[in-house]
């Protein structure tokens, strides 16, 4: 039986920051990129954590979220919670408005898992910390499309069972290609670099 067990914030985003680092993906962490943010039309946005080089640009949002037990027998895959708030996905519109053409907004859902995770569950698994992480990517498009509301009072939406692996797409290396625009497929990457050799977002200062 694979056990999830929850995914405190700065833990998920460490783990996907050495998924990154570990596919020589690069990328930026909001707190380095926050004093080259556009300033205008954007106050009162809720933050974004990681912008990666791929094709188009990705405006990530990472979300720890637990993963249910697997059936008895191993025959069903197990329950994994997808939920966001309204705020998460108008936030991530926004700021794929503000940055402009060639930025698409992201959720990166990561599962910290007891054990490694048999194929076919998540997009991509890997090995950090100790522990074992699923990880699954959808464009914020891809989500909005699917969403269903789970709370009114809470203002959260998530996704049915077995609509998020359906529409995850993964981060598999340099220049594989752009995602399908239903939200599937894999994203390569590109980008531009600064004369330290820094990689740093079109449209942004060098770093």
Same mark, same amino acid.
């Given at each position: 039986m694979m056990r999830g067990l929850g995914c405190a914030k700065d833990v998920c985003e460490r783990a996907f920051e050495a998924y990154l680092r570990a596919r020589k993906l690069p990328y930026i962490r909001v707190d380095e990129a926050k004093r080259t943010l556009p300033a205008q039309g954007t106050g009162g946005l809720k933050s974004f954590d990681f912008l990666v080089a791929t094709t188009p640009r990705l405006i990530v949002e990472v979300k720890g979220r637990a993963a249910g037990a697997r059936a008895r027998g191993g025959h069903r895959s197990p329950r994994l919670e997808s939920w966001v708030t309204d705020d998460d996905v108008e936030g991530l519109r926004a700021w794929e408005g503000a940055l402009g053409e060639g930025f698409e907004g992201a959720f990166?859902?990561?599962?910290? &898992?007891?054990?490694?995770?048999?194929? =076919?569950?998540?997009?991509?698994?890997?090995?950090?910390?100790?522990a074992?992480?699923? &990880?699954?990517?959808?464009?914020?498009?891809?989500?909005?499309?699917?969403?269903?509301?789970? /709370?009114?009072?809470?203002?959260?939406?998530? &996704?049915?069972? =077995?609509v998020l692996p359906a529409c995850s797409c993964g981060l598999k290396g340099w220049g594989e290609g752009s995602?399908?625009?239903?939200?599937?497929? /894999?994203l390569g990457v590109s980008g531009g670099f600064s004369r330290s050799g820094a990689w740093h977002a079109p449209g942004f200062p060098a770093v």
């Amino acid at each position: 039986m694979m056990r999830g067990l929850g995914c405190a914030k700065d833990v998920c985003e460490r783990a996907f920051e050495a998924y990154l680092r570990a596919r020589k993906l690069p990328y930026i962490r909001v707190d380095e990129a926050k004093r080259t943010l556009p300033a205008q039309g954007t106050g009162g946005l809720k933050s974004f954590d990681f912008l990666v080089a791929t094709t188009p640009r990705l405006i990530v949002e990472v979300k720890g979220r637990a993963a249910g037990a697997r059936a008895r027998g191993g025959h069903r895959s197990p329950r994994l919670e997808s939920w966001v708030t309204d705020d998460d996905v108008e936030g991530l519109r926004a700021w794929e408005g503000a940055l402009g053409e060639g930025f698409e907004g992201a959720f990166a859902f990561v599962y910290r &898992l007891t054990t490694q995770p048999p194929d =076919g569950v998540y997009q991509e698994v890997f090995a950090w910390g100790g522990a074992w992480y699923g &990880l699954h990517m959808v464009t914020v498009r891809a989500y909005a499309e699917r969403m269903r509301r789970r /709370s009114a009072a809470w203002r959260t939406v998530d &996704l049915a069972p =077995g609509v998020l692996p359906a529409c995850s797409c993964g981060l598999k290396g340099w220049g594989e290609g752009s995602p399908r625009r239903d939200g599937g497929g /894999s994203l390569g990457v590109s980008g531009g670099f600064s004369r330290s050799g820094a990689w740093h977002a079109p449209g942004f200062p060098a770093v």
